[in-house]
């Protein structure tokens, strides 16, 4: 069975996540999309703010979808696999879920990767945070939930753009700190280039070392760094990194992904991707996608010390070395 | 190795001293309010936690040291624990 891509809208409250998505559904190209709706309050309004068919729009109520609704999610994903499987409702061919405004993705984004009776049939596709340019800067600064939205984010969609300059009062600059891999789009009205919102988890460009040299990677306690390693490292190096930095470092590290030399791999890199302590399988490449042929890992994260991570991926891999050697 | 243990205790939101130990070559020593670790290096490899002259942990490598180092210091510290998906990547 094919995997099915599903997408994350996540973005503060009145952010223009609904006019995006709405916006989105009218595309021909993506007609045939299913989506779930988290309303935060008793009675959803949102839900009738987005033009589709009513059959392939799911709403969930009562709470935020990162905290009290999580189980909900599931089971409404797993509710919609089934009825398109049953041919109750017509073949859609990607979820998107619109988060409430106070969401943190990161909960999300585990029960998708994780829950066994949804994990097999779907893949996670993109995490897309919408940012007001009139008063994304302003938000920042006062809601944390925002920053790690647009933190976590595979793609950043700056809107209202047409009210307000988002370079000419510094919100390009702070989103470019805080994610500086993170494609910034920009939106009016829910206006966006649709192919390229969905393209994917994976993007080789993301590896690119210069895009985190510059010191200013610190915004709002988040900061974002490059870990490097020109020599290959050991499969089991890798396998130990991860589970260190997953235990100690818990919540804190927001976003890890990277392209890893692995000795056992030769000319075949691995790639790693997880959101906080919850990874993908690595995944392996046929090949180098660029002219680079070392290990890179980008690493998002509420303050953690860079030095700190590489000297540890050091050590654990001379340790195994010197296992393999004794 | 001194560098990596530091910045634990950093991460652990721990005070404390980090030094290369002179009577044990490879070794270090923690100081950690007011009372000292040392961290012997065992051959072939691994490392032995000593306390007043009695080894209380033994590991093969440094994942298990740090996660006694951190159950010891800072038992309040929040612990993760990595979890692998389901879902492919690509």
Redesign the interface.
């Known amino acids: 069975m094919t995997a099915l891509p599903v997408s994350v809208i996540t973005g503060f409250l009145g952010s223009g996540k609904t006019t995006l998505l709405s916006r989105l559904l009218r595309d021909p190209a993506f007609e045939r999309t299913a989506v779930i709706i988290n309303e935060f309050g008793a009675v959803g309004l949102d839900h009738l703010l987005v033009e589709s068919s009513d059959e392939q729009i799911l709403t969930l109520e009562g709470g935020c979808v990162c905290c009290t609704v999580r189980g909900d999610l599931v089971r409404t994903a797993g509710d919609l696999l089934a009825r398109r499987a049953s041919g109750s409702i017509p073949p859609f061919e990607r979820i998107v879920i619109e988060t409430t405004g106070l969401a943190d993705p990161a909960p999300i984004v585990h029960a998708l990767m994780t829950d066994r009776d949804i994990a097999d049939a779907l893949r996670l596709e993109s995490v897309i945070a919408t940012v007001d340019a009139v008063t994304g800067a302003g938000t920042l600064d006062a809601h944390p939930e925002s920053v790690k939205q647009a933190a976590l984010a595979d793609r950043i969609i700056i809107t209202k753009t047409d009210l307000a300059d988002p370079a000419a009062n510094g919100l390009a600059e702070r989103l470019q700190a805080l994610n500086p891999a993170a494609p910034k789009l920009t939106a009016v009205h829910g206006a966006v280039d649709a192919t390229r919102l969905f393209q994917g988890a994976y993007d080789p460009a993301r590896y690119n070392p210069a895009l985190y040299e510059s010191p200013a990677h610190r915004h709002c306690g988040i900061n974002t760094f490059c870990l490097r390693r020109e020599r290959p490292l050991h499969a089991a190096t890798l396998s130990l990194f991860l589970q260190v930095a997953a235990e100690h470092c818990g919540a804190k590290l927001l976003r890890l992904k990277g392209l890893v030399d692995v000795v056992e791999s030769p000319g075949r890199p691995a790639v790693i991707h997880g959101v906080q302590h919850v990874f993908h399988p690595p995944a392996w490449l046929d090949a180098w996608p660029d002219e680079e042929r070392s290990t890179r890992i980008v690493v998002i994260s509420q303050g953690l010390d860079a030095q700190w991570l590489q000297d540890l991926l050091e050590v654990l891999d001379d340790e195994v070395k010197a296992c393999s050697i004794s | 190795?001194a560098?990596?243990l530091s910045?634990?205790l950093?991460?652990?939101d721990v005070a404390g001293t980090v030094e290369h130990d002179d009577e044990q070559p490879g070794g270090f020593v923690l100081a950690v309010r007011g009372t000292e670790m040392r961290i012997v290096a065992r051959a072939?490899?691994g490392w032995l936690i000593v306390r007043g002259g009695e080894t209380f942990g033994v590991h093969?490598?440094?994942?298990g040291l740090?996660?006694q180092l951190?159950e010891e210091l800072a038992p309040h510290?929040?612990?993760?624990?990595?979890?692998?998906?389901?879902?492919?990547?690509?």
């Open positions: 190795m560098c990596v910045g634990a950093r991460l652990w072939p490899h093969a490598g440094l994942p740090l996660r951190r510290a929040k612990v993760g624990r990595l979890i692998i998906g389901a879902q492919s990547l690509l």
